[in-house]
């Protein structure tokens, strides 16, 4: 089993900055990737952003590039992930997801390639 805990969630101004977190423990040694997710009212749970924990590689939703930026503390098995630039559009719950299974082919960007999942952060970006 793996735990996720997240921190970093708030109220901030459009433009503003937050960076969000995510502690892994348990047995991580079975994670192949972690990234993050978020959901606004009324929509869907929508991907994010993502690390392949093996090297580090790192992907995003195309509405976020530019934006935010994933990153990791390997000793810590902990990622982040900075959020600059803040829109009214990103406020939602933001959660943390690890997934066990990497194909290698595609990169996983749906709810349903993760195993794990932290209970989420709320993200509140004012106008």
């Known amino acids: 089993q793996v735990e996720l805990v997240e921190s970093g969630g708030g109220l901030v101004q459009a433009g503003g900055s937050l960076r969000l977190s995510c502690a892994a423990s348990g047995r991580t040694d079975s994670t192949s990737v972690m990234g993050w997710f978020r959901q606004g009212p009324g929509k869907e749970r929508e991907f994010v952003a993502a690390?392949?924990?093996?090297?580090?590689?790192?992907y995003y939703a195309d509405s976020v590039k530019g934006r935010f930026t994933i990153s990791r503390d390997s000793a810590k098995n902990t990622v982040y992930l900075q959020m600059n630039s803040l829109k009214p559009e990103d406020s939602a719950i933001y959660y943390c997801a690890a997934g066990r299974v990497y194909t290698g082919i595609i990169l996983p960007k749906r709810p349903v390639d993760y195993d794990y999942w932290g209970q989420g952060t709320q993200v509140t970006v004012s106008s």
């Open positions: 690390m392949l924990w093996t090297n580090g590689y790192g």
